[in-house]
């Protein structure tokens, strides 16, 4: 009996080794990244960045084009037309029962910042809060698609920091200004294919110490059903984004604090904050 469950155990762990070698293979990560400055679209693949004739949702190829990661600078791995939000999609950020149906906003582009770029501190800011989230980017034309479906027009994902100024998403009619103003949602540091967006580890470390953690497997609305959801009322654009919300609580941000969003198969998204004017 005890030999049985040894070899069970032996060919258990031989499955789940294949299963993660399989999945690593159908990995792709892809970048933004200035260079001389120009921003083009590039894969990563070690350490070496491959140029790509457009954004990889769109159809870009490899131009022969290459050059060392190190030699660039790595800006948001998205270009979207649509930023899609949603509100309160944590059990953990939510008291009372979950809303009906799904919460969503939308924020203008002009709000996206990318690794290592600094979020900026409005003046009249006094609750310039975190939001660790995980980001799905979509991969094409999306009206009116099942629940069943919906999987097959996410591209990939990225991990986001959506940056929330409390007060004024108390205050305001609208959270445009709360959630939407310049610097206000960090993204990347890739956009990565091959990963189940409905299993992904987010982590997010204010100052080094973890303060938020939980699995879009937690998630009240799956990124798979914001996409169907959306999708039965706006038109989803190749590039646009699906934000997940965020999970537990948040505490206030100062200029010198650094926020870090990291998902493992992703990497680490880090930013600072510094005060604006």
Not at 146 to 162: K, M, Q, R, T
């Amino acid at each position: 009996m005890k030999r049985a469950l040894s070899s069970l155990v032996l060919v258990l762990t031989a499955l789940g080794t294949l299963a993660a070698s399989v999945q690593a293979q159908n990995v792709q990560r892809f970048v933004r990244y200035e260079q001389a400055g120009t921003v083009s679209w590039g894969e990563l693949v070690g350490e070496t960045v491959f140029q790509l004739s457009g954004a990889p949702y769109e159809g870009g190829r490899r131009t022969g084009a290459s050059v060392a990661a190190s030699n660039v600078t790595l800006k948001a791995p998205v270009d979207p037309t649509q930023i899609f939000m949603t509100a309160f999609n944590f059990r953990s950020h939510i008291t009372g029962d979950p809303a009906e149906y799904p919460g969503i906003f939308l924020v203008p582009p002009t709000s996206i910042i990318g690794p290592g770029e600094n979020i900026v501190k409005p003046a009249e800011s006094r609750s310039l809060h975190y939001e660790a989230e995980a980001v799905a980017v979509i991969g094409r034309e999306a009206n009116n698609v099942s629940l069943e479906d919906a999987p097959n027009y996410i591209f990939g994902v990225s991990a986001g920091n959506d940056v929330s100024e409390r007060l004024w998403q108390a205050r305001d009619i609208q959270w445009s200004r709360a959630k939407g103003s310049r610097t206000f949602n960090a993204v990347g540091p890739h956009l990565v294919t091959g990963l189940d967006p409905a299993n992904l580890e987010i982590e997010g470390r204010f100052n080094g110490e973890r303060v938020q953690g939980e699995n879009t497997s937690d998630l009240i609305y799956s990124l798979a059903y914001m996409v169907h959801y959306i999708s039965q009322y706006f038109t989803l654009l190749p590039g646009d984004l699906v934000w997940t919300g965020t999970m537990g609580s948040t505490q206030a941000m100062d200029a010198g604090d650094v926020y870090e969003v990291e998902i493992q198969g992703i990497g680490v998204l880090r930013n600072q904050v510094v005060q604006g004017m």
